[in-house]
């Protein structure tokens, strides 16, 4: 059992994340119970906590949200069983800048319930399945924004080649559901994504996981027309030395926004890591992103170019962190206010008791 405070004081030019670019200094503190034990078959890691989120200026987005998080793991280590287990869930509020469908930026609140049940169940030496149920449930308190309930199944075999090369097939279901606070519409759907993997280490420093395959998203509501295109997920990590790593990643994706809108993202991203020594050490991320938006008010399109820097220094055996931050978002869209740039800088100090 453990007791962690985490504090934060971030400057942003930008709150809302639109062509208002209001700028504020925002105050978080973020106590957290953590409890873990794997004593048994099982291990099981938890936490709840408390953040308290204060703005200087635009108080009226101040919230207090509650954390939380179980995950059990069965076995907790492989002894001759032919499945494991991975049960996790949690409740878990969020105060954070959402857009529109028409761009305009908003701090919204929301609370969301998430479930998932993950096995991997060894046929033979060589043949795996994976099979998974994941249940997301997003409520919006924030007038403007609705409700989204998604559900989604991924199935997958996956044959090991040999000790550093498998590859499988694999199909996934997902259904997204609106809510009723909008009266456009609804963007409900239901998703099919038929996909080939292949999971590599090449080297001893370096490997990938790659899913690439089809998609397939029907709408309920007549007044949309059924989509499909290219489904693709790739992670490569790269240990340039012991002291450095790099990672990349690329994707295309379908998504649901809480504003009523159908996604497709297509992103692409690099991190690289580096420990100068036991006590620092820093991370430097960039990445692009294009997104087009399906609503019911006409398409938007937007391109986003994202950058960030994190440095962290530690004292006390690594029970206290601290972290020195900056970002910045380029987002250019087809809808004016959504046009926009925001820098953030924050320091942070991570204290486990």
Known sequence: MAISIDASVISTDNVSRDSTEDSDVITSVLPTLQYKNDA??????????QEFITYNDLSENDSEDLKSNVKITFPD???????SLVIEGGYNEYTSARSARGGEGSVVSTEEV???????????????LRAAVEHLDKESQTTGFSDLTTLTVPVAFY??????LSAGVGYRSRSSKVGSQLTSDKINSDDEVFFVGIENQVSSIWGYELEVGVQVRNFDANSFADQDGLFASLLV???????????????NEFGTTLA????????????LNHT?????????GLSYSEMEYTQANGARDDERFSSFLTVDYKLMDGRWTLRGSVSHDDNDSSAAPANYEVLRAGLSSIFVF
């Open 159 to 164: 044959y090991q080649i040999d000790e550093s």
């Open 40 to 49: 048994g078959a099982a291990s099981i890691e938890a936490h709840v906590g």
């Open 276 to 284: 100068f020594d036991e006590r620092l050490s820093a991370s430097l």
């Open 237 to 251: 990590n790269w240990q340039i030395s012991d002291m450095t790593e790099l990672v990349g990643e690329l994707s």
């Open 260 to 271: 009523n809108q159908s996604s497709e993202t297509a992103s692409v991203g690099v991190q």
């Open 77 to 83: 280590e492989l002894d001759g069983e032919n499945f």
């Open 114 to 128: 998430d479930l998932s049940l993950k096995t991997s169940y060894y046929i033979t030496e060589d043949i795996t």
